[in-house]
């Protein structure tokens, strides 16, 4: 027998010969070693060919799918920026100003496994930063935000568009109303708006499901009642997103900070200002500012110099749980119980604020050794905080893959729990962005800090943490 | 060619029309299954062709976005695995001309994709394989792009005759004369690492 032709041979490799014809090629094989030779060679080329591929690392698929994620979806990156950028400024301005205006409720739904942008985001109330989390458009956030503040906030002091145009521009519009209201309101804040550093602006938010300012008012007594506070740094064209992060904005945000701490030192001292009145009457906005990223907007805060490196940094906010009847009267009256502080810098809660204002220096001392034993407490919260924190980060950084340290793409995490006053975690509630699409991690989450986790807190005099981090 | 396709597609066993179905609706999550279950196959087709990882992840990426764009135009009798093969390899066909054109050479010194070898057992079969699969890869490098995209097809992405014709837009006897050829240019180049004639 002949030897088949080259074409046929080849064609048997792959198996595409009609069953007669491999059988006889088969058969010819067995015979001929120049035929044999050419298939055992072409055989070993093309399976060295094969096994020479080396896939790449869940690492690159994680940072391939998140990059095609906002290629695909560039509204949901501009979403994921605005929702994003309003809790971290809230939670910036909030550890600057040192106020606490959160009263929360119970928890979210767990999200825990999920992965982000899969399924909508339940909330049982929101704050500003929950809307970011399940907001299905720029203009719910705007409604929600518009619908509140209508709600809760004194006469006069915000008139805020009512158009339901989702887009950013919708976003500032209604923080330069609020801005431009909020700062006629007193010297303090055109101090602030002189030095071309701050301005502070007035919105709140509660109930997590959008809908009317009518069923507002249920919304506020049934579930959480939030506010929180924001920055709004002025000459910049508002909020903006995507600019670059520039050295001149960081300084500018450190002068935002150093005017703002100033500010806060000088009304705790006593020092007449209308300012806390605006605090006691208004529910704080979340006005992003202008840096553009949760990196620049974190980079001008304080940093935890003891946390491990892949951790940046982290806000929170801490608030009394309300058992009582308390829990369901207004915003407007629910801040006044809050508690915040910034993460080192022992600046004043709300609360002092409120209390110093009206006060002469002996008052203000007064208030000064009555919350010593609440800083304390606060202490020890601080070091549960910190825990946490490295808990997550080392589990953040654990999913990079050897060689490639910190390149991981930087997520913005929101983690919530509360501590009762013997230290125990419980109700530990982490949240990713619903930008970082395909990004899941959060088994591993959950499983890190699950010995930091006690289902069960017997003291309901516990408090309840919102935290944001920043991961990369 | 067709026949056995149209079937297939009627049947829909894999499930993708289904979910193109949703995606063409909205449904985002549906696109991101079809992008999870195809990525890492697209991927080594643009790695293959490419012979460079950054090229490999922009075409990979290029060709999700392309087939997202263009979803609403995709003819359903077809699969849609071919299909993303087809934009995949036309845009990786594409590229290697253009930078061939301008007298580019854009590949990689290592083969793996994040620059790792694979590893052997045996010290010596590593030293031979690592040597024979250097020549290979100069060797598909040194391919015409219609040839290596057959070459791929067949070879990484393990594709039949027909699927290539079909990916490729192109008869059953092309794909087997082109896919001769390129087998035949690569023995030759390897052929001094195989010992003794193969031909």
Redesign the interface.
């Given at each position: 027998m002949s030897c088949p032709g080259?074409?046929e041979l080849?064609?048997w490799i792959?198996g595409?010969l009609p069953a007669d014809r491999e059988e006889a090629v088969r058969a010819h094989l067995a015979g001929c070693t120049s035929c044999r030779?050419?298939i055992e060679?072409?055989e070993?080329?093309?399976k060295?060919?094969?096994?020479?591929?080396?896939?790449?690392?869940e690492f690159?698929?994680h940072r391939?799918?998140g990059?095609?994620?906002r290629?695909?979806?560039p509204e949901k990156r501009k979403r994921g920026w605005l929702h994003t950028a309003l809790p971290v400024a809230a939670a910036f301005a909030a550890v600057l100003l040192g106020i606490r205006i959160f009263v929360i409720g119970s928890p979210p739904p767990s999200v825990l496994g999920r992965i982000p942008?899969?399924e909508p985001y339940e909330t049982t109330g929101a704050a500003v930063g929950d809307l970011y989390r399940g907001g299905e458009t720029d203009s719910l956030v705007v409604r929600e935000v518009c619908d509140v503040v209508e709600e809760t906030a004194p006469d006069g002091v915000a008139d805020l568009p009512a158009s339901e145009e989702s887009s950013s521009q919708s976003v500032t519009t209604a923080m330069e109303a609020l801005h431009s209201t909020a700062s006629g309101q007193g010297e303090e804040l055109g101090e602030l708006e002189e030095a071309g550093a701050l301005s502070v602006i007035a919105t709140g938010s509660s109930g997590g499901d959008g809908g009317e300012a009518a069923a507002c008012d249920e919304r506020l007594e049934d579930t959480e009642v939030t506010g929180t506070a924001g920055t709004l740094v002025p000459g910049a064209g508002g909020y903006q997103t995507g600019q670059a992060w520039t050295e001149e904005s960081a300084n500018r945000s450190m002068q935002v900070e150093g005017v703002v701490d100033d500010t806060i030192s000088r009304i705790g001292n006593g020092e007449e200002s209308p300012v806390e009145e605006a605090f006691a009457e208004t529910v704080f906005a979340a006005g992003p500012s202008t840096t553009s990223s949760p990196d620049a907007a974190l980079s001008s805060t304080e940093c935890d110099s003891t946390a491990p490196a892949g951790l940046v940094a982290s806000w929170y906010s801490v608030g009394q749980e309300q058992e009582d009847e308390e829990s369901t009267a207004p915003a407007d009256s629910d801040m006044n119980v809050g508690y915040g502080w910034s993460g080192g810098g022992g600046t004043l809660s709300g609360e002092e604020i409120l209390g110093g204002a009206s006060g002469d220096q002996a008052e203000a001392q007064s208030l000064e050794n009555a919350a010593a034993p609440e800083r304390q407490r606060r202490d020890g919260i601080d070091g549960t905080i910190g825990e946490i924190e490295q808990a997550i980060a080392a589990d953040w950084r654990s999913k990079s893959v050897e060689g490639y340290g910190s390149t991981l793409l930087p997520a913005l995490v929101t983690i919530s729990f509360s501590i009762a006053p013997d230290g125990t975690v419980y109700d530990v509630v982490v949240t990713l962005p619903s930008d970082s699409?395909?990004l899941g991690f959060s088994d591993e989450i959950e499983s890190r800090i699950g010995a930091l986790v006690f289902e069960e807190a017997e003291d309901a005099e516990s408090v309840t943490v919102e935290m944001d981090m920043v991961l990369y | 060619m067709i026949l056995p396709v149209l079937l297939l597609s009627a049947m829909d066993a894999d499930g993708d029309l289904a979910l193109l179905s949703k995606a063409r609706n909205g449904d985002?999550?549906a696109?991101?299954s079809l992008?999870?279950k195809y990525?890492?196959r697209v991927?080594?087709v643009a790695?293959?062709m490419c012979m460079n990882?950054d090229d490999a992840?922009d075409l990979?990426?290029d060709a999700?976005?392309r087939a997202?764009q263009a979803m609403d135009g995709f003819d359903t009798r077809y699969r849609f695995f071919t299909w993303m093969y087809r934009i995949v390899t036309n845009l990786a066909i594409n590229l290697t001309e253009k930078r061939r054109r301008r007298g580019e050479v854009a590949f990689d010194e290592e083969?793996?994709?994040?620059g790792?070898?694979?590893v052997f057992d045996d010290v010596a079969e590593k030293v031979e394989?690592v040597q024979?699969?250097d020549a290979?890869?100069e060797a598909?490098a040194g391919l015409s792009p219609p040839l290596r995209a057959v070459f791929v097809l067949?070879?990484?992405s393990e594709l039949?005759?027909a699927e290539i014709a079909e990916t490729l837009d192109i008869a059953i006897g092309t794909v087997?004369?082109r896919?001769?050829r390129a087998?035949?240019q690569?023995?030759q180049a390897?052929?001094y690492l195989?010992g003794?004639?193969?031909?």
């Amino acid at each position: 027998m002949s030897c088949p032709g080259i074409d046929e041979l080849m064609a048997w490799i792959d198996g595409e010969l009609p069953a007669d014809r491999e059988e006889a090629v088969r058969a010819h094989l067995a015979g001929c070693t120049s035929c044999r030779k050419l298939i055992e060679d072409q055989e070993r080329i093309e399976k060295t060919w094969r096994e020479s591929y080396v896939p790449p690392s869940e690492f690159e698929w994680h940072r391939f799918e998140g990059e095609l994620a906002r290629r695909l979806y560039p509204e949901k990156r501009k979403r994921g920026w605005l929702h994003t950028a309003l809790p971290v400024a809230a939670a910036f301005a909030a550890v600057l100003l040192g106020i606490r205006i959160f009263v929360i409720g119970s928890p979210p739904p767990s999200v825990l496994g999920r992965i982000p942008g899969r399924e909508p985001y339940e909330t049982t109330g929101a704050a500003v930063g929950d809307l970011y989390r399940g907001g299905e458009t720029d203009s719910l956030v705007v409604r929600e935000v518009c619908d509140v503040v209508e709600e809760t906030a004194p006469d006069g002091v915000a008139d805020l568009p009512a158009s339901e145009e989702s887009s950013s521009q919708s976003v500032t519009t209604a923080m330069e109303a609020l801005h431009s209201t909020a700062s006629g309101q007193g010297e303090e804040l055109g101090e602030l708006e002189e030095a071309g550093a701050l301005s502070v602006i007035a919105t709140g938010s509660s109930g997590g499901d959008g809908g009317e300012a009518a069923a507002c008012d249920e919304r506020l007594e049934d579930t959480e009642v939030t506010g929180t506070a924001g920055t709004l740094v002025p000459g910049a064209g508002g909020y903006q997103t995507g600019q670059a992060w520039t050295e001149e904005s960081a300084n500018r945000s450190m002068q935002v900070e150093g005017v703002v701490d100033d500010t806060i030192s000088r009304i705790g001292n006593g020092e007449e200002s209308p300012v806390e009145e605006a605090f006691a009457e208004t529910v704080f906005a979340a006005g992003p500012s202008t840096t553009s990223s949760p990196d620049a907007a974190l980079s001008s805060t304080e940093c935890d110099s003891t946390a491990p490196a892949g951790l940046v940094a982290s806000w929170y906010s801490v608030g009394q749980e309300q058992e009582d009847e308390e829990s369901t009267a207004p915003a407007d009256s629910d801040m006044n119980v809050g508690y915040g502080w910034s993460g080192g810098g022992g600046t004043l809660s709300g609360e002092e604020i409120l209390g110093g204002a009206s006060g002469d220096q002996a008052e203000a001392q007064s208030l000064e050794n009555a919350a010593a034993p609440e800083r304390q407490r606060r202490d020890g919260i601080d070091g549960t905080i910190g825990e946490i924190e490295q808990a997550i980060a080392a589990d953040w950084r654990s999913k990079s893959v050897e060689g490639y340290g910190s390149t991981l793409l930087p997520a913005l995490v929101t983690i919530s729990f509360s501590i009762a006053p013997d230290g125990t975690v419980y109700d530990v509630v982490v949240t990713l962005p619903s930008d970082s699409l395909f990004l899941g991690f959060s088994d591993e989450i959950e499983s890190r800090i699950g010995a930091l986790v006690f289902e069960e807190a017997e003291d309901a005099e516990s408090v309840t943490v919102e935290m944001d981090m920043v991961l990369y | 060619m067709i026949l056995p396709v149209l079937l297939l597609s009627a049947m829909d066993a894999d499930g993708d029309l289904a979910l193109l179905s949703k995606a063409r609706n909205g449904d985002r999550d549906a696109f991101g299954s079809l992008v999870r279950k195809y990525e890492k196959r697209v991927f080594r087709v643009a790695r293959r062709m490419c012979m460079n990882d950054d090229d490999a992840w922009d075409l990979t990426q290029d060709a999700f976005v392309r087939a997202m764009q263009a979803m609403d135009g995709f003819d359903t009798r077809y699969r849609f695995f071919t299909w993303m093969y087809r934009i995949v390899t036309n845009l990786a066909i594409n590229l290697t001309e253009k930078r061939r054109r301008r007298g580019e050479v854009a590949f990689d010194e290592e083969y793996g994709a994040d620059g790792r070898q694979a590893v052997f057992d045996d010290v010596a079969e590593k030293v031979e394989t690592v040597q024979l699969a250097d020549a290979i890869r100069e060797a598909v490098a040194g391919l015409s792009p219609p040839l290596r995209a057959v070459f791929v097809l067949r070879v990484d992405s393990e594709l039949s005759y027909a699927e290539i014709a079909e990916t490729l837009d192109i008869a059953i006897g092309t794909v087997m004369s082109r896919l001769n050829r390129a087998r035949a240019q690569i023995r030759q180049a390897v052929g001094y690492l195989l010992g003794g004639e193969s031909e």
